[in-house]
């Protein structure tokens, strides 16, 4: 059973950071590409970011570029998002997303919310 998981958010300050992780179960994590969506309240869910297998030249929204990084640990088993210097619109569910043949999976979803 293929499964996503997401951990890592809470309430931060403007101009704080968070570090999300995603895990994945069931099926090589590590061989496929993985990203990031993120979706606020009566908004759409929009691409964050995107890592590939190799981790080389992650490709990121023009809204979170130079500020969030993408990365994955050695084994490829976990896809990391370093969040700096947060906004308020940055306030969201981030979900991790996988395309696995035919089928896209998400995660179930950490909320991040940026508040003073």
């Known amino acids: 059973q293929v499964q996503l998981v997401e951990s890592g958010g809470g309430l931060v300050q403007p101009g704080g950071s968070l570090r999300l992780s995603c895990v994945g179960s069931g099926f090589r994590f590590s061989r496929y590409d993985v990203s990031w969506y993120r979706q606020a309240p009566g908004r759409e869910r929009e691409f964050v970011g995107l890592?590939?297998?190799?981790?080389?030249?992650?490709r990121y929204a023009d809204s979170v570029k130079g500020r969030f990084t993408i990365s994955r640990d050695s084994s490829g088993n976990t896809v990391s998002l370093q969040m700096n210097r947060l906004k308020p619109d940055d306030t969201g569910v981030y979900y991790c997303?996988?395309?696995?043949?035919?089928?896209?999976?998400w995660g179930q979803g950490t909320q991040v919310t940026v508040s003073s």
């Open positions: 997303r996988v395309v696995y043949g035919v089928m896209t999976y």
């Open positions: 890592i590939t297998v190799d981790g080389m030249a992650p």
